[in-house]
């Protein structure tokens, strides 16, 4: 079972439903206990760094994101589930939950921002599951404002070009970070997802 975290600030719908299309067995939940427990752990991304990492606080859910991962857990974060997982977030200047080197800025320059639509996602490193059978230079799904910004470069797993280059996936010791919403991003973010459940199966 997959637990999709609930903090209470969005729609899990769409990825709930995109995941099971690709076949897993999911649950939506904001029980601490069920995410630590869980094979695996999805964190969606919607809404601000201060209101999501205080909600999650509230309910535990924090410290069950740390657990899961020191057990070694398959865990997939999405566009603001991804900048959490950092060590500091700018909106709201909070602390992150600290998975990772790194912090979160805002969009420093740009055709407009928020960064909204398709844009290509350019991978760094060869071999990497998360994008087996994607064609390179791939076409995802993008809504920020904010970006990741690694301490330590050989987490980042490709690039994105938006005014300048900047980290839109993140590959680390049972972590999978993306910036873009593979749940909206068709038939390339499905085959991200499958990837994602192929890896929790192994």
């Known amino acids: 079972m997959i637990a999709i975290i609930d903090y209470g600030a969005g729609n899990m719908h769409s990825i709930e439903k995109a995941l099971e299309y690709v076949g897993a067995q999911v649950q939506v939940t904001d029980n601490p206990a069920v995410v630590a427990n869980a094979r695996a752990v999805v964190l969606p991304g919607v809404g601000s760094g201060g209101t999501a990492m205080a909600r999650m606080k509230e309910r535990g859910l924090d410290d069950a994101i740390r657990l899961a991962t020191q057990r070694g857990k398959p865990f997939l974060g999405i566009c603001l589930g991804m900048q959490l997982l950092a060590e500091h977030h700018a909106e709201g200047e909070v602390d992150g939950l600290g998975l990772f080197h790194g912090t979160v800025r805002r969009i420093p320059h740009g055709p407009k921002v928020p960064h909204m639509g398709w844009n290509q996602v350019t991978p760094l490193r060869e ?72 890896w929790v199966a192994q």
């Not at 970006?147 to 797993?157: D, N, W």
């Not at 005014?163 to 049972?174: D, K, L, N, R, T």
């Not at 593979?182 to 038939?187: A, Q, Y």
Request: proline share 7%; aromatic share 16%; with cysteine.
């Open 127 to 198: 071999g990497l599951s998360i994008f087996a059978d994607l064609p390179p230079d791939a076409y995802f799904y993008f809504a920020h404002s904010y970006y990741v910004e690694p301490q330590e470069r050989q987490g980042v797993a490709a690039v994105t070009a938006y005014g300048s280059p900047f980290c839109s996936v993140i590959v680390a010791e049972h972590v999978w970070g993306t910036q873009f919403h593979p749940e909206k991003s068709g038939v390339a973010g499905l085959q991200l997802l499958k990837n994602f459940v192929k």
